[in-house]
């Protein structure tokens, strides 16, 4: 599916990816109210230019509910959409000047690779040069100059998502949705696609809103990342902080960390009674904690322990750990240890 932006002038991007990213202003600013039966959504935003953000949640946490309210796919109940200033709200998505990718990327199949790329372009009336330039340039960054002239269904899954997030980007749109860009592919078709669009979003510069179920997706591709439970915002922050400081338990379990300590289980490590996290760094191997490898998982370039010390299983990376049923010693940084509120 694709409503698509104006000509407009290249949005210049932030220059460096995934770094710290330099504060131009807030271009996007939301704030939206949508209720379904057993479901509300309430959610305020503000998204700088040139940044990247990735709404972040389980699924029905309404990540589409709420890209589907930006691109104008559906009205809130409440709240507005604001781009530059000026109210997006009451129009319909072919005027909000948006490119979107979702999940149901259809090509249009009748159409080769490269008019699937150049149709907004069409649509926007940019003069045949241009068209062609932006085309070319979008094929080659693509990887996809070789199958310009084939039709969607000669493609693989990887290609074909290609196809439709150059689609997306040709006329240069001021704001980019992406909803899942790599759901329905494989493994190995994601970590493929995932290199293309982390290089694309940091050579295009352009302002986008990213939905995932994906922890690592979010990390890898977004300057921010905002995590979503049952419609409401949970916390919003670069990668690095909002994971080593998850606001509360079930932001930690869903950021990926394993060792949730209950104020019982911190007692017992010599920590303060009440919850905390262990974030990989605050566990290491060699130290005065004795326990017995429960489990060994062997990954290629390291392997994960789970060990049981006293009450208490904790897990840890190591580049490699004794086998499972040997003793272990750990050491436990509580400099590291992050209280965990709720
Ligand atoms: N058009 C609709 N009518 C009624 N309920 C809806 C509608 N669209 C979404 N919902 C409900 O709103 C909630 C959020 O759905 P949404 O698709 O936004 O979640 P999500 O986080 O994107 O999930 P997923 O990762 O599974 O796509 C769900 O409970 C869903 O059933």
Redesign the pocket.
């Known amino acids: 599916m694709l409503a698509q932006a104006g000509v407009g002038t290249p949005v210049k991007g932030p220059g460096r990816f995934p770094g710290p990213f330099r504060f131009n202003g807030r271009v996007l600013e939301l704030s939206l109210e949508k209720a379904?039966?057993?479901?509300r959504?309430s959610v305020a935003l503000s998204v700088a230019e040139g940044e990247t953000l990735a709404l972040l949640?389980?699924?029905?946490?309404?990540?589409?509910?709420?890209?589907?309210l930006v691109a104008g796919l559906?009205r809130p109940d409440r709240g507005f959409v604001r781009f530059l200033g000026e109210d997006l709200t009451p129009l319909p998505p072919e005027r909000r000047k948006v490119g979107f990718l979702f999940?149901d990327y259809a090509l249009f199949p009748h159409l080769t690779v490269e008019e699937n790329v150049a149709f907004g372009l069409v649509e926007a009336r940019w003069p045949r040069e241009a068209r062609e330039g932006r085309v070319r340039e979008l094929l080659k960054r693509m990887e996809l100059t070789p199958h310009a002239r084939k039709r969607p269904q000669e493609l693989s899954g990887g290609e074909q998502q290609r196809v439709a997030l150059a689609r997306a980007l040709a006329p240069r749109p001021r704001l980019l949705l992406l909803?899942?860009p790599l759901g329905a592919l494989d493994l190995r078709l994601r970590e493929e696609l995932l290199f293309f669009l982390r290089r694309t979003l940091k050579e295009e510069g352009v302002t986008t809103l990213l939905?995932t179920?994906d922890q690592g997706e979010a990390f890898l591709l977004a300057h921010r990342v905002a995590l979503?439970r049952e419609?409401r915002l949970v916390q919003v922050g670069r990668p690095e902080e909002v994971y080593a400081r998850p606001k509360d338990p079930w932001a930690a379990r869903f950021l990926g960390h394993k060792n949730l300590l209950s104020p019982g289980e911190s007692q017992a490590l010599g920590l303060p009674p009440k919850a905390h996290l262990l974030p990989p760094r605050a566990l290491a191997l060699g130290g005065s904690l004795e326990g017995v490898v429960e489990e060994r998982l062997f990954f290629g370039p390291r392997v994960g322990l789970w060990v049981r010390v006293g009450g208490v299983r904790l897990y840890l990376e190591a580049p490699e750990g004794p086998e499972e049923g040997a003793p272990i010693a750990l050491r436990l940084d509580p400099a590291q240890a992050v209280p965990l509120e709720g």
């Open positions: 379904f039966s057993g479901f959504l949640g389980p699924s029905g946490s309404g990540k589409s509910t709420l890209l589907r559906l999940q909803d899942e939905v179920h979503l419609g």
